[in-house]
């Protein structure tokens, strides 16, 4: 998979490692805004109130 | 052709290895949440609550004021889920603030994160004698109000801001309870009866930290003194917390 990755993408190796670090960093942003925020919805919170 | 152009062979992709990929990808990001989850509430949330609170400060600060007489104000009973005080807390933090909204309920006040403080509606209001008691998380994915409450010494300082001015109370002690002890809600925390005088600021929040919430810590203080929004926001406050003047954040072990 990794490999078919690095075929995807044309032009000389350093353009292509360039690609996928900018790729990697759009792929962080989409964790970070919207991915993460869900999971943490998903989690479970703990009690904190007395008597509940 | 002495060099005839050779075919690249390349071995088939084996299921084996895609599978083995995805794991690797997966395990980063589940390593990237555990590391994104702390950043979130403890650096995003806590600065989105003190710029909450500047607002609602610089909001009540352009308000008419009715001239103090001399008696501490109680605020009115506050609508559900309305916010109605700021805590402010230098031992959580020298730049800690954080909103307090009415009840304790759970997806209208303690799990937002521009709420995250209730204020249980049967304890009593900051001004009056009797019990104003509080809960908030101490750890969790969304708003971690009171996480650092371990960190409370007896005669640390935390300031109840509301929209008349300024209550101190003084941290005097913290106990661990098991969540059926209602009766750290009642107007002198554990003991029956009428109300006396003492005028108490409760904080309630789940025990261990991190590791499930099957008791709960109970952080008591005392009201010391009222300041109105008039003379500005008590000295004390203002030593200790570097958006309000104070030059350097004291260490833990200096005497303030």
Known sequence: MFSMIWRFFPGPAWLRVIVLLLVAAAVVYALITYVYPWVALQLPEQEVTVGT | ?256
């Open chain 2, 1 to 256: 052709m002495r060099h005839g152009r050779r075919k690249r062979r390349r071995a088939r992709l084996s299921p084996l290895t895609v599978i083995g990929e995805l794991l690797l990808l997966g395990g980063l990001g589940v390593l990237g949440y555990v590391v994104w989850q702390p950043w979130h509430t403890g650096v995003t949330v806590t600065a989105k609550q003190s710029d909450l609170v500047a607002e609602l400060s610089a909001k009540w600060d352009a308000e008419p004021q009715k001239p103090y007489d001399g008696t501490v104000p109680v605020p009115e009973k506050p609508a559900p889920s309305e916010v109605f005080a700021s805590l402010w807390v230098p031992s959580f933090g020298t730049t800690y603030a954080n909103q307090v909204a009415e009840t304790t309920d759970w997806w209208t006040v303690l799990n937002l994160d521009d709420k995250g403080i209730g204020h249980y509606e049967t304890t009593q209001m900051p001004g009056e004698p009797g019990n104003f008691v509080l809960a908030g998380h101490r750890s969790g994915p969304l708003i971690n109000s009171f996480r650092e409450v371990m960190n409370l010494r007896v005669g640390d300082p935390l300031f109840v801001e509301t929209k008349d001015g300024w209550y101190t109370y003084r941290f005097r002690s913290i106990e661990y309870v098991l969540p059926t002890e209602t009766d750290v809600l009642n107007p002198f925390p554990r003991l029956d009866g009428n109300p006396g005088e003492d005028e108490i600021l409760t904080l309630t929040t789940c025990h261990p930290k991190l590791a499930g919430s099957d008791e709960r810590a109970i952080a008591y203080s005392v009201f010391e003194g009222f300041q109105p929004r008039s003379d500005g926001p008590p000295a004390e406050l203002k030593k200790l917390n570097p958006t309000m003047g104070a030059t350097q954040a004291p260490r833990g072990d200096q005497e303030s």
